[in-house]
């Protein structure tokens, strides 16, 4: 069972029209990585940046900022 997921980047900036891809790690209890395990992505304000549920950032809007 997944006890942490890390993203990468961590952070990013982006421009108005600009994407970045994002990938994402779940560990275990150990740290091992797990695979197969289903991630999904989802936008905290999709005006700001959209992204796809497997992690293609884009920006959407002139200015803000957001998690994803």
């Keep these: 069972e997944p006890v942490a ?3 990468a980047p961590a ?3 982006l421009r108005a ?3 970045v891809q994002l990938t994402a790690q ?3 209890a150990q740290g091992q990585a797990i ?3 289903e991630l999904e992505f ?3 304000a999709p005006t700001i940046a959209d992204v796809t549920r497997e992690g293609l950032v884009s920006a959407t809007g002139p200015v803000g900022a ?3």
Aim: aromatic share 4%.
């Design 42 to 44: 989802d936008s905290g």
């Design 35 to 37: 695979g197969g395990a």
């Design 5 to 7: 997921v890390f993203v």
């Design 11 to 13: 952070s990013l900036e």
């Design 66 to 68: 957001t998690e994803i």
């Design 17 to 19: 029209g600009e994407a």
């Design 26 to 28: 779940s560990n275990d």
